[in-house]
């Protein structure tokens, strides 16, 4: 797990993504040895998208969607394997990882041809840059899949140049962490609309599981707000009742018992920060206290 990938408004910067307009990658002439074009590409902007992915359209214009150009790739031999290669142009790198982090499920198989891939039994998932690419074949076979990698190799390969890196991810502590959890929440993070860009990665601690966050904001003051901010909007729920942190190594911690459950968060300068949903006070105080130490260690 490395701190790959990703700040917003700094990836297409190419004169097409400042201006808004989608810039369309070759696809075709990506094709793997022994497959071809079974047919011409297809384009979806935000108002057609439906049309292609209907369902699910709104979680991808809800992150900043801005086109879709798919286009299908058959095998020279067999004629009944074929894929299906979805470019989804997310904008901003943030954006594609977002919706990256959001579609991946358990059960699947890590791929290193970049930082953040993985397949299943007959597709490949996987988002650089601005792009986040899926290729969902027709059948399950094993040739087929190897083709994909190495489709989706050859376009890593080409854009390569495109992945930033992401500084949220320095601030998890790695000790327990696990790799495969770190997600983007774009907004309304634990349903305060002040939370945007909030980054969230799980700790494995014994049998318990615990969630932290992490949001890197423009000002310490922005940071701090957002923690009276959340407070307050805590308080209609629960009141204004606070519990006593067992450590005094975080300045201004705030724990509050949301129905049995944890929530725990301070900033430390223009950081935003803490533990989410812990269902042990204990364990979670030790999560936070791991990550106020690892972003001072960061901010130095």
């Not at 290193?112 to 988002?127: K, L, P, Q």
């Not at 936070?288 to 960061?298: F, N, P």
Request: charged share 25%; no cysteine.
């Amino acid at each position: 797990f490395s701190a790959l990938v990703m700040q917003t408004g700094q990836a297409g910067s190419t004169e097409a993504a400042a201006s808004g307009e989608a810039s369309v990658p070759d696809i075709a002439g990506l094709a793997p040895e022994g497959y071809s074009p079974m047919s011409a590409t297809e384009s979806f902007d935000r108002a057609s998208l439906s049309d292609k992915i209907d369902g699910k359209a709104d979680g991808y214009l809800d992150a900043g969607f801005l086109q879709l150009t798919s286009q299908r790739f058959v095998s020279d031999s067999q004629p009944d394997l074929w894929f299906e290669f979805y470019l989804y142009d997310m904008e901003t790198p943030r954006n594609a990882f977002s919706i990256y982090s959001k579609q991946k499920r358990d059960g699947v198989t890590d791929q290193d041809f970049t930082e953040f891939a993985y397949s299943s039994e007959n597709a490949v998932f996987f988002a650089i840059g601005k792009y986040y690419v899926e290729i969902i074949s027709a059948a399950q076979d094993e040739t087929l899949l190897a083709g994909m990698i190495k489709m989706a190799k050859g376009f890593v390969a080409a854009h390569s140049a495109a992945n930033l890196t992401l500084p949220e991810l320095a601030y998890f502590p790695k000790d327990g962490l696990d790799a495969k959890s770190v997600s983007l929440i774009p907004k309304n993070g634990f349903s305060y609309s002040k939370f945007d860009n909030i980054f969230t990665g799980t700790y494995q601690v014994g049998d318990a599981r615990i969630m932290a966050f992490v949001s890197i904001r423009k000002t310490p003051e922005e940071a701090a707000d957002l923690v009276k901010g959340y407070d307050a909007i805590l308080t209609e729920f629960v009141g204004d009742e606070r519990l006593k942190p067992e450590t005094n190594e975080i300045p201004g911690l705030v724990i509050v018992d949301l129905f049995g459950e944890y929530e725990m968060f301070f900033s430390k300068g223009n950081i935003l920060a803490g533990v989410h949903g812990a269902a042990d006070k204990a364990l979670g105080e030790k999560i936070a206290v791991e990550l106020y130490h690892q972003i001072s260690s960061v901010s130095k």
